[in-house]
């Protein structure tokens, strides 16, 4: 395969890199990817992640695991050992729903390495259409606020929720951005912040529980997230705590915007209840790890409830921000949205 670099993934020489998302910011470490082992646990530890990313990775793989020589049944074990990887980002399904259509070509090989190489440019794109499509409902001067991680990281381009901001924020829109940090593996601290101080927008930092006073205080314009599936009824599942923020901001009377390509979205899934939410372990509640080292704070045999997202229901969101255009509450109301997800 071409080389290929992005913020979070690269190719050199036909290996697989990937950034490593955990040792960020304190450094910046890149992880070789050298078989489906490799990268199902990259992906299980969060090393990388983001709904794109993850399939963006997975068929990168299959296309360099075909070019080294591995059979079609091989690839086909390989393709569904990485589709179990994780159960909600739905994106990781649909890329490798095209990749299987592309294994089964006679000459697959070829057919996987371009279909990889589409995927990665289709995410591109679709993170600038969002963008274009977002900004214009961001108002000048806003105070924005934002959970999670979904920028360049988390995609192949500038992202989701945070292109959008990126965007708005190039056209002198954008006074403030409050990032969540983000509990409990701080993806907000640890990344978004991070992320935020490179492109060069203004930020502060705010614990969870600190949201719901900054919107008390009339200090949020707008809240913006990202999605790891959208049902065909428009119910969001994305990172814990994404819920909380659209019950606080319905009550404020505060915009709620998803942000996510068309990847995200599940015609199959026919609401919230329907989407598959990934427990993950307790040592992520009881303590913190990190480049920085490992800590406990909690009773070392504590009950832990650890689900890695929630659902918001549709009645809660002001619009969905796709590559293909913004989908209103109206719409989803008039089965527009159906229509959309097909």
């Given at each position: 395969?071409?080389?290929?670099?992005?913020?979070?993934?690269?190719?050199?020489?036909?290996?697989?890199?990937?950034?490593?998302?955990?040792?960020?910011?304190?450094?910046?470490?890149?992880?070789?990817?050298?078989?489906?082992?490799?990268?199902?646990?990259?992906?299980?530890?969060?090393?990388?992640?983001?709904?794109?990313?993850?399939?963006?990775?997975?068929?990168?793989?299959?296309?360099?695991?075909?070019?080294?020589?591995?059979?079609?049944?091989?690839?086909?074990q390989a393709l569904e050992?990485?589709?179990?990887?994780?159960?909600?980002?739905?994106?990781?399904?649909?890329?490798?729903?095209?990749?299987?259509?592309?294994?089964?070509?006679?000459?697959?090989?070829?057919?996987?390495?371009?279909?990889?190489?589409?995927?990665?440019?289709?995410?591109?794109?679709?993170?600038?259409?969002?963008?274009?499509?977002?900004?214009?409902?961001?108002?000048?001067?806003?105070?924005?606020?934002?959970?999670?991680?979904?920028?360049?990281?988390?995609?192949?381009?500038?992202?989701?929720?945070?292109?959008?901001?990126?965007?708005?924020?190039?056209?002198g829109k954008v006074e403030?951005?409050?990032?969540?940090?983000?509990?409990?593996?701080?993806?907000?601290?640890?990344?978004?912040?991070?992320?935020?101080?490179?492109l060069g927008i203004p930020?502060?930092?705010?614990?969870?529980?600190?949201?719901?006073?900054?919107?008390?205080?009339?200090?949020?314009?707008?809240?913006?997230?990202?999605?790891?599936?959208?049902?065909?009824?428009?119910?969001?599942?994305?990172?814990?705590?994404?819920?909380?923020?659209?019950?606080?901001?319905?009550?404020?009377?505060?915009?709620?915007?998803?942000?996510?390509?068309?990847?995200?979205?599940?015609?199959?899934?026919?609401?919230?209840?329907?989407?598959?939410?990934?427990?993950?372990?307790?040592?992520?509640?009881?303590?913190?790890?990190?480049?920085?080292?490992?800590?406990?704070?909690?009773?070392?045999?504590?009950?832990?409830?650890?689900?890695?997202?929630?659902?918001?229901?549709?009645?809660?969101?002001?619009?969905?921000?796709?590559?293909?255009?913004?989908?209103?509450?109206?719409?989803?109301?008039?089965?527009?949205?159906?229509?959309?997800?097909?």
């Open positions: 395969m071409q080389t290929l670099n992005t913020t979070s993934l690269k190719i050199v020489d036909n290996q697989l890199w990937i950034l490593d998302q955990q040792a960020l910011p304190q450094e910046k470490r890149w992880c070789p990817c050298p078989d489906v082992t490799s990268l199902v646990e990259h992906i299980q530890t969060l090393r990388v992640r983001g709904a794109p990313l993850i399939g963006l990775s997975a068929s990168l793989l299959l296309a360099l695991l075909a070019e080294k020589g591995l059979s079609q049944a091989e690839l086909a050992t990485l589709r179990a990887s994780r159960p909600t980002a739905v994106n990781l399904m649909n890329n490798l729903d095209r990749m299987k259509l592309a294994l089964a070509q006679p000459q697959f090989v070829a057919a996987l390495a371009q279909e990889a190489q589409r995927l990665v440019e289709e995410d591109r794109a679709l993170c600038e259409r969002i963008a274009d499509h977002g900004t214009t409902l961001v108002k000048p001067n806003s105070r924005l606020l934002t959970h999670c991680n979904t920028g360049g990281l988390a995609t192949a381009g500038i992202g989701t929720a945070i292109g959008v901001l990126l965007r708005a924020h190039q056209q403030q951005v409050w990032v969540d940090e983000t509990r409990p593996l701080l993806q907000g601290g640890r990344l978004t912040a991070w992320e935020l101080g490179e930020y502060q930092l705010i614990c969870d529980s600190m949201a719901a006073s900054l919107m008390a205080q009339g200090q949020v314009d707008a809240i913006w997230v990202g999605a790891d599936r959208i049902a065909a009824n428009g119910d969001v599942a994305n990172k814990i705590g994404t819920y909380s923020l659209a019950v606080l901001a319905h009550y404020h009377q505060i915009p709620f915007y998803v942000a996510a390509p068309h990847t995200t979205l599940d015609p199959a899934c026919p609401h919230g209840r329907s989407i598959p939410i990934e427990q993950r372990a307790a040592a992520e509640v009881t303590g913190v790890s990190g480049s920085f080292g490992n800590c406990q704070w909690a009773p070392q045999n504590a009950a832990v409830y650890n689900p890695a997202f929630d659902v918001t229901p549709a009645e809660l969101i002001s619009g969905w921000v796709l590559d293909t255009g913004v989908v209103t509450p109206q719409d989803v109301q008039e089965g527009i949205f159906q229509t959309a997800l097909k």
